[in-house]
DNA sequence: GACCCAATAT
DNA sequence: CATATTGGGT
């Protein structure tokens, strides 16, 4: 886990019937000489630490599983994906349990990159008990309006890339293609970096601190305490909501990029360090994700997760 | 078509 | 309130 794997030249004829590709165990430890799979190799303090989610326990079943699931995918048309992932920064991150949720019955389930459909970040998810069904037709299209919610963690990335950016280049386009967050649109982007905007404007206008207290920065606010417990594998909660991936490769100076930011606005250029504007104030909570809530979601106060929120007040 | 902005809808 | 969508204009 957590190893890239870099596909070179080797023999997928070397597999055997069992789906083992032997060539690949060579050199490798025996089993008995490894720890057992379920042992936890991170505390669980180092990992809150590092925003990383736990990995559900996994099995042998789901070793050999992912075993196959790797050779057929090699065997088929695969390559292409493959290289996708290889050309793609992002994927060092792997390993992450990355998902998305979406409304009531329609989604998610991103990726896993094990292996499997790149191309639909979505899937349906069934509830029930029903029937049954013909839900192909729908899953190409299954992609219904979703609604986003800026977590405090994606906010952040668009804060940086935005930052990092010249004023001149932030526009939405170029912003999502460097955020690199799957499932963001543009509208989406457009949406907030508008309201950003404001934010800004607002904020230079007015000298300093109106508000009294506008932060509360995140000095104690630990990692909030995502649903890991029972999750066995259900994706979203029983609220419905669900989460989006957020591949975070690095900050955003990744890319072609020459020189650096030119700096928008001073508070909000600081962000990159560490140093926090005030401006897009989030209570920090939330994991490595974003959610999307139904959309319809109009008296629901509910939510386990409270995004981030903004305002000067 | 991409962008901006304002207004409006959800 | 936070987002999405729409419409007018560059």
């Not at 736990?54 to 050999?64: A, C, S």
């Not at 219904?144 to 001149?168: D, M, N, S, Y």
């Not at 995502?226 to 594998?233: A, I, K, P, T, V």
Request: charge should be negative.
């Amino acid at each position: 886990m957590g190893q890239e794997v870099r596909i070179t030249d080797y023999d997928v004829s070397t597999a055997n019937h069992d789906g083992r590709v032997t060539a690949w165990e060579a050199g490798l430890p025996e089993t008995a000489d490894l720890p057992p799979l379920s042992q936890i190799l991170l505390s669980p303090e180092m990992a809150s630490a590092f925003s990383i989610s736990p990995e559900p326990h996994r099995t042998m079943i789901d070793v050999d599983r992912a075993s196959r699931d790797t050779l057929s995918s090699l065997r088929g048309q695969s390559e292409s994906h493959l290289m996708n992932k290889m050309n793609d920064f992002r994927s060092v991150s792997d390993e992450r349990e990355d998902e998305m949720v979406v409304e009531g019955e329609e989604i998610v389930d991103l990726v896993r990159d094990g292996g499997d459909s790149p191309s639909r970040k979505f899937r349906r998810v069934d509830g029930g008990g029903g029937g049954g069904g013909e839900e192909e037709a729908e899953s190409a299209r299954a992609n219904k309006r979703i609604r986003l919610v800026w977590t405090p963690q994606l906010h952040k990335r668009f804060v940086e890339v935005v930052a990092h950016l010249g004023v001149k280049n932030a526009v939405p386009k170029t912003i999502m293609q460097l955020m690199n967050v799957e499932g963001l649109t543009r509208e989406n982007v457009a949406s907030h970096l508008q309201k950003y905007r404001l934010y800004l404007k607002r904020m230079q206008g007015l000298g300093n601190d109106g508000p009294s207290c506008s932060d509360i920065p995140f000095a104690s606010t630990p990692v909030p305490k995502s649903d890991l417990g029972g999750s066995g594998g259900g994706i979203g909660n029983e609220n419905g909501q669900v989460r989006v991936p957020v591949p975070m490769p690095y900050p955003p100076q990744m890319v072609p990029m020459p020189y650096p930011p030119p700096q928008i606005v001073p508070s909000a250029a600081a962000a990159g360090g560490g140093a926090y504007h005030h401006g897009f104030e989030y209570h920090s909570h939330h994991p490595y994700n974003m959610m999307v809530q139904p959309k319809e979601w109009s008296g629901n106060n509910l939510g386990p997760v409270l995004p981030y929120q903004h305002s000067t007040a």
